[in-house]
């Protein structure tokens, strides 16, 4: 069964600092990894997404994920975070071999502090 | 840039009465879908539609029943509304079948049932 896992539930930066909220999962075959984005008292934005290739990813806004296959893992970065930047961000994953269903983890609150 | 729109941003109904929830997107989508956020448990996935009068049952369907009459249309119907049912829904839409596209969501609707 296809899993994700955020082991944060919330991580507090400095603003200007690198920041990082963690991702992990499990599928079987090869993933399609996101990552969203939610401020308060909206829906959810897409910030990007790994499908084949670099593992590598730079999304909007300055944020990128790092694709690592053999920890199964698709971590989010930001090499300098903005205040702005606090909101609640949700990790999910599908697979070409399970394309029905988009499984989203519990979410990281992410707080920077000025 | 898509839009996906829900009815309402905040709605109180009581234990036992009928809820419809509107979902409306506007780029030709041919998925869409139904969730449900609560604090800690992230997003769940309650009903998704692939197409036109076409529903498939996700996580966590018990309660709710869906209808998609028109491709841009997708209704979430709370057949007795109970107090369990008190939560964020998300509706969203993706642009077919593969889950390579990301999705798009709405504002969402805070549904309080006492």
């Known amino acids: 069964a296809q899993s994700v896992a955020q082991p944060e539930d919330q991580v507090n930066v400095a603003e200007g600092n690198p920041l990082t909220v963690k991702c992990t999962y499990s599928v079987s075959g090869n993933p399609y990894l996101f990552w969203y984005v939610q401020y308060p008292n909206r829906g959810l934005q897409f910030l990007l997404k790994?499908?084949?290739?670099?593992?590598l990813v730079k999304g909007s806004y300055g944020f990128e994920a790092e694709f690592n296959k053999s920890q199964t893992s698709f971590h989010l970065k930001k090499p300098s975070a903005l205040v702005s930047d606090s909101a609640l961000y949700f990790c999910?994953?599908?697979?070409?071999?399970?394309?029905?269903?988009?499984?989203f983890g519990t979410g990281t609150r992410l707080q920077v502090f000025p | 840039d898509v839009k996906v729109t829900q009815s309402s941003r905040y709605l109180v109904k009581r234990t036992g009465e009928k809820v419809f929830l509107e979902c409306v997107q506007d780029?030709?989508?041919?998925?869409m879908f139904w969730y449900r956020q609560d604090p800690g448990l992230g997003l769940r996935l309650i009903y998704f539609s692939y197409d036109v009068k076409m529903k498939e049952k996700g996580d966590i369907p018990e309660g709710y029943s869906v209808s998609r009459e028109k491709k841009e249309r997708f209704s979430l119907i709370l057949e007795s509304a109970s107090t369990n049912q008190t939560s964020m829904y998300l509706c969203a839409s993706s642009r077919d079948r593969v889950l390579a596209y990301e999705q798009y969501f709405g504002p969402g609707t805070r549904l309080t049932v006492t």
């Open positions: 790994y499908i084949t290739g670099d593992n």
């Open positions: 780029m030709d989508h041919e998925n």
């Open positions: 999910a994953v599908s697979s070409r071999h399970n394309t029905d269903k988009l499984i």
